[in-house]
């Protein structure tokens, strides 16, 4: 779809979880970073972003999109994405 023209962040998002998936933590990150890029409020895609930068071992990069995606959560009410990415933290 991207080779074709399309993009929009359900389409990061996925290519996100697959690549993260798989393993392929870097490649991950740069489609779930294009994703927050065109929605901020993507509050799953700021969890999984900083999921696969804390598998890449960067754990500044895991440490701001958790942060991030915290008060993006908080603006949408998403107590549970919320509540993931506060655990996270805590762990990291």
Request: a positive charge.
């Given at each position: ?12 998002f ?30 799953a ?48």
């Amino acid at each position: 779809m991207l080779a074709k023209g399309v993009d929009n962040p359900l389409l990061r998002f996925g290519l996100g979880k697959g690549y993260l998936d798989q393993g392929n933590a870097a490649l991950a990150a740069e489609h779930l970073a294009r994703c927050i890029e065109l929605d901020p409020k993507y509050s799953a895609a700021w969890k999984l972003l900083g999921k696969a930068r804390k598998a890449s071992g960067d754990l500044g990069g895991a440490r701001e999109a958790w942060e991030k995606g915290i008060a993006a959560a908080q603006a949408h009410g998403d107590k549970q994405a919320e509540r993931e990415m506060a655990v996270f933290l805590k762990k990291l």
